[in-house]
């Protein structure tokens, strides 16, 4: 029987530090990497990333969009990224922001959960926008599997407050989705398997983000995120952020050693932030 996600990942922190590398295999940095924008080019990246990141990071966040568009090839790719990064003893959060009418739901759960599937992640992301109860299937699939999910709840795109400010029955989109989480992972020790995506870069929000569930703060280094940004946003719930960073971290590549660096600094950084509030 796997531990929960919410386990897994705590003991994963502590023995590694809590930064979430990404890997985005941008076409510009496949070029910037001496690669062609082909599935082999994106392979040997891919590849590189792995075996440079995953021995460092407590786990480590694909973007499915990356390998899809290079069609099935593609995805042959990502399923060696989850394999290659698993072995390497990270956890995998496989960012593909899936959500859809109940039976289309278990498909996508069925696809990325079930530790039966090639394309099975530790954790995946979920957009619950099509209303908390869409998100059942997921739920189910992961605590059946031991896994985790993180929903969208404060993005770190521009203009996101045009829906995830939005206010309904009281109180907002964004306050409907974390309650939910904290809802769900009440009780649970030492973490909850089920997190938000609450963006590096939304300035300052009002919402209760103590859920008692992990936290994944994209937009970190490219989107103008900052490790001030971080510890101002999230303050008594620090402990509970995954910092996440892709084209910043990636750029160092393709040298694993600058890669590894990258990623042991980063570490140190939001380790050190941390000690101001464990
Ligand atoms: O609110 C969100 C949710 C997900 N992302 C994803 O994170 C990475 C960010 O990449 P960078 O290169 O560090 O900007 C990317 O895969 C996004 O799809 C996000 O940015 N914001």
Redesign the pocket.
Same mark, same amino acid.
């Given at each position: 029987m796997t531990d929960p996600f919410g386990a897994r990942l705590r003991a994963a922190t502590d023995a590694r530090g809590p930064f979430c590398p990404?890997i985005?295999p941008?076409a510009a940095l496949l070029h910037a990497w001496g690669l062609d924008d082909t599935p082999d080019g994106l392979e040997r990246f891919a590849r590189t990333a792995v075996e440079a990141l995953a021995p460092v990071s407590a786990i480590l966040?694909p973007?499915a !969009?990356?390998f899809e568009r290079h069609g099935s090839r593609g995805i042959v790719v990502l399923e060696r990224v989850l394999a290659d990064a698993r072995d390497a003893g990270a956890l995998v959060l496989l960012?593909v922001?899936r959500g859809d009418i109940g039976s289309t739901a278990q498909a996508y759960a069925d696809a990325y959960l079930d530790r039966s599937s090639p394309l099975a992640a530790d954790a995946m992301?979920v957009s619950p926008f099509l209303g908390l109860g869409s998100v059942q299937p997921f739920v189910d699939a992961a605590r059946e599997h031991g896994a985790g999910l993180f929903l969208?709840a404060?993005?770190?795109?521009p203009g !996101?407050d045009q829906v995830q400010h939005a206010r309904a029955s009281g109180g907002t989109v964004a306050g409907s989705v974390l309650a939910g989480l904290a809802e769900l992972n009440r009780g649970q020790d030492p973490i909850g398997s089920y997190g938000a995506?609450?963006?590096a870069t939304i300035g300052s929000t009002e919402e209760e983000l103590a859920i008692n569930g992990p936290l994944?703060a994209?937009?970190?280094?490219?989107?103008g995120g900052t490790a001030a940004d971080v510890r101002r946003i999230f303050g008594a719930s620090l402990p509970d952020v995954l910092p996440?960073?892709?084209?910043?971290?990636?750029g160092a590549g393709p040298e694993p050693a600058r890669l590894r660096d990258a990623v042991l600094r980063a570490n140190d950084e939001y380790v050190a932030l941390l000690g101001g509030v464990r």
């Open positions: 990404g985005d941008h966040k973007q !969009a990356f960012d922001k992301t969208l404060l993005t770190s795109n !996101a995506v609450v963006g994944l994209p937009g970190v280094g490219a989107q996440s960073s892709s084209r910043e971290v990636l």
